[in-house]
């Protein structure tokens, strides 16, 4: 399984639907990792081959989804997106984080296992 371009329909039929919804509600049923991108982006070309590999090794565990910026401007607006990559975590209970960054993959592994698999354990 390798990661899945994402369209803004994509997202508003996947993950949340911000036309429809005020409240943020994920309507997926596991965790997932979404890579806010650009072709031209250095960095971002760094971090997507650490997703394609972590996407086979947590395949069934895992979505790993890519939105190119250029392409989906609408669905970069609503996430204030400024800087890319910007990575959007979304743990097992649906509840969203914004990274923004590259990230190497050492750390992408750590948030996976003690951020993404971790569900209803939260600081409030």
Known sequence: MATIQMTTQDFKDKVFNYDTEKDWKYQGSLPA???FYADWC???K???P???ELSEEYKDRLLIYKVDTDAEQELSA???IRSIPTL???DANGEPILQPGALPKH???QVIEEKLFVAGE???
């Open 88 to 90: 959007l975590f979304i």
């Open 42 to 44: 250095g960095p971002c």
């Open 46 to 48: 760094m971090v997507a």
């Open 122 to 124: 939260k600081g409030e």
């Open 107 to 109: 750390v992408f592994k």
């Open 33 to 35: 990792i979404i890579d």
């Open 50 to 52: 650490v997703l394609e």
């Open 78 to 80: 609503v996430f204030g």
